[in-house]
């Protein structure tokens, strides 16, 4: 029997702290990730998004990040420089932001911001690269090739936006893709879409998926795990909501509408409830 293949990425005890006071924003976290779809849902200010960074290497200098180990693809992240990174990221990794309209360049036409991720990652010619931008931009099925390359990113929807955004971070084939909120400024008719085609997508690059957001219902219908943060910190991982022990993971749920049973008003989390279930120092 062949030995099964090591984690893509691999997280221990990762810490995140701020400034001269070392105002800690993530805690102790751990996790290993491999060719699949990791959910990380949480409150506003509860880490999700810094955790994500700090994988990436993208936080300010203020930030203090350690950690026992921060691997990826087998090699560590601790130690690299930012020349380094730079060549992995949108490589071997990817970061798909919130936004597309504040994440893309807003005076570089759509069609030469995607072929410029060709030729960065794939060194191919400036016609090879057009050519792949076309064929990917096809790819998240967007209609009128041609045209949408000559738009800027204030001409487009969000959702084409979004699709764009796809195209140009997958278009390199990484191995880790992170998407902080990807459907958050998505009307609903298009957010289904985007998911799958993100599904679709890291499925035949046998990428792992870090999907961040704080829409927990969501989550749990498209992540095959479900990573549960609170001030910072995991409070439990889960394959199904219906699992779900801790107190705050509980409070989430309680928390969302069920248009099968609506009630006059919504349940509010527990704060010290969940408090007291926490570890002492």
């Known amino acids: 029997m062949s030995a099964p293949d090591k984690p893509i990425l691999q997280v221990k005890n990762l810490s995140v702290r701020f400034g001269k006071g070392a105002i800690p924003a993530v805690n102790n976290v751990s996790f290993d990730l491999g060719p699949e ?10 880490g999700k998004s810094t955790l994500g960074r700090a994988i990436m290497k993208l936080l300010p200098t203020v930030a203090r990040v350690t950690a026992d180990q921060l691997d990826f693809e087998g090699n560590t992240l601790l130690d690299r420089r930012e020349r380094e990174m730079r060549a992995l990221r949108g490589n071997r990794m990817a970061l798909i932001m919130q936004d597309p309209r504040y994440s893309l360049n807003p005076v570089i036409p759509i069609g030469k911001q995607v072929a410029e991720a060709a030729l960065l990652h794939r060194r191919v010619s400036r016609s090879e690269a057009r050519e792949l931008a076309a064929k990917m931009l096809e790819r998240v099925r967007i209609t009128d090739i041609e045209r949408t390359m000559r738009l800027y990113p204030h001409q487009v929807s969000g959702g084409m936006g979004q699709r764009v955004m796809i195209a140009m971070m ?3 084939k990484p191995r880790l893709v992170i998407a902080d909120e990807p459907t958050s400024a998505l009307d609903v008719s ?71 049973h609506p009630v006059r008003r919504l349940q509010t989390l527990d704060r010290a409830l969940i408090d007291a279930a926490e570890p002492r120092p």
């Open 37 to 46: 779809r990791l959910g990380v849902v949480g409150e506003s200010g509860s």
């Open 170 to 172: 997958l278009l390199a």
């Open 190 to 260: 298009v957010r289904g879409d985007v998911l799958n085609l993100l599904d679709e997508m890291v499925r035949e690059n046998n990428s792992g998926l870090l999907l961040i957001s704080h829409d927990i219902r969501m989550v749990a219908a498209f992540c095959q795990r479900i990573m549960v943060m609170y001030k910072g910190k995991v409070v439990e991982t889960l394959q199904r909501l219906e699992d779900a022990e801790h107190p705050y993971t509980r409070g989430l749920i309680a928390a969302l509408p069920d248009p099968a």
